[in-house]
């Protein structure tokens, strides 16, 4: 206790020099265990964004693009699946339950899907939590719009506001369905998944919007009036894809079969899980390289105290010289080194701490917003906690180098120094 305490007084005299090195250890620990808070939850927000479906089904083409624009609203479909083989498909004796998808239009950068009112009881996320209105109801009526709630948050709208959809993802004038605006009728609670950023509406009122397009474009005079619209035969000709439940796991295979040859035309199903797997596994080097930098940061920190110790070391010769002729033993100089470097690593490591969750405190809303997860605000996990302590245990070995130094020092080497 001596030693640990002439080691804090120590570094009470060259405060300014240890503060230096505290900072440098704990800004690099902040961005190493910040890195990792946000690739943890990251890859448990991108695992959860969907739960309880067994198969989606598209059109011929990859797993992964199947997933990222029926689920996450990425890129578009190659082709779409008719109406025909997706009522078929549902028919299926297997299948529970089904759910279409139908995608294309935007409004104000925000993706439309046109579904059904199944989408609301069957959608699961996280572990099978189920969709919640934080205001209003489902869509009962053609022009009736139900906002995720980050569309509703960032563009400042409530129930009974008027949208108007643009065909197609760019929001100019020319392709906006303004003959046919919407009003909100609810909007639902945050999930944390790409549900939040859509505006959706019924697979009919996505017919409605085209009728008389062609092309993606209007056909002038042919365009019907809204209230006219709602006379006509708005059965799809065909969606985007489609979520499917099964009435048993083990038909999963059996199905994905089923729809993967189907004759009349050419369908993919594909596991949600195995293609979130192998998406996250496309994207998992560049989490590996952020880690693996942020590594490097922190070691580049740790030699940094390195030089500041052996520097110092060397200015305080006649210190640890008159230490010894008072009576300090040589393990009592490494002792005093080694605690030096101990107070700066674990000050490094409660400052990173605090840092890291004053941090976490400022920026989960606007991630949360602007990228769709949620960053807990939690006791470290395990893994935290290890780096923790890997960096703590290298600073220790960090330190055990000047600390052998000083060990190696002799009383006459600090006293025959000249001023």
């Known amino acids: ?112 899907l046109g579904t059904d009112l199944g989408y609301f009881e069957h959608y699961r996320y996280a572990r099978e939590r189920r969709l919640v209105f934080a205001q209003g109801r489902p869509f009962d009526d053609l022009y009736d719009a139900v906002l995720g709630a980050e569309v509703a948050r960032a563009l400042g709208y409530t129930l009974g506001e008027s949208i108007v959809v643009a065909h197609g993802a760019s929001d100019v004038s020319f392709a906006r369905h303004a003959d046919k605006p919407f009003r909100v009728v609810g909007i639902l609670a945050r999930t944390g998944t790409p549900v939040d950023r859509t505006v959706h509406v019924s697979l009919e009122a996505i017919e409605a919007l085209h009728v008389g397009w062609e092309a993606g474009a209007p056909i002038p005079g042919l365009i019907p009036s809204a209230e006219r619209v709602r006379a006509l035969d708005l059965t799809p000709k065909a969606i985007t894809a489609a979520l499917v439940g099964l009435e048993s796991r083990v038909a999963t295979f059996e199905v994905q079969r089923h729809v993967n040859q189907y004759p009349r035309e050419p369908l993919t199903a594909i596991l949600p899980g195995v293609a979130l797997a192998e998406l996250w596994r ?48 040589p393990a009592h100089i490494y002792a005093l080194v080694m605690g030096e470097a101990a107070f700066l690593t674990l000050l490094g490591a409660a400052l990173s701490l605090a840092s890291l969750y004053a941090l976490l405190i400022l920026t989960q809303p606007i991630i949360g917003d602007r990228l769709g997860v949620f960053l807990a605000i939690g006791s470290p996990a395990v893994t935290e906690l290890a780096l923790l302590g890997a960096v703590i245990l290298a600073g220790l070995v960090v330190g055990s180098i000047p600390g052998y130094r000083a060990y190696q020092l002799s009383l006459a080497d600090g006293l025959s120094l000249r001023i």
Do not use: C
């Open 282 to 329: 496309l994207i998992g080097m560049v989490e590996n390289l952020l880690l693996v930098i942020s590594g490097f940061v922190v070691l580049v920190s740790l030699l940094g105290m390195l030089t500041a110790l052996l520097t110092s070391l060397n200015e305080r010769r006649r210190e640890m010289a008159i230490l010894r002729a008072v009576g300090a033993r």
């Open 1 to 112: 206790m001596p030693i640990l305490s002439l080691a804090w007084k120590s570094l009470l005299n060259r405060r300014f020099t240890a503060a230096l090195a505290v900072l440098s250890i704990a800004l690099s620990l902040t961005l190493l265990l910040g890195v990792e808070r946000v690739r943890h939850e990251a890859r448990a927000a991108f695992a959860s964004t969907i739960s309880g479906t067994d198969l989606i089904i598209g059109a011929r083409g990859g797993g992964v693009p199947l997933l990222l624009y029926s689920v996450f609203r990425v890129g578009n479909p190659t082709n779409n699946l008719s109406w025909e083989s997706y009522q078929a498909i549902a028919a299926h004796p297997k299948v529970a339950w089904t759910v279409p998808l139908s995608l294309g239009d935007s409004h104000r950068g925000f993706p439309v």
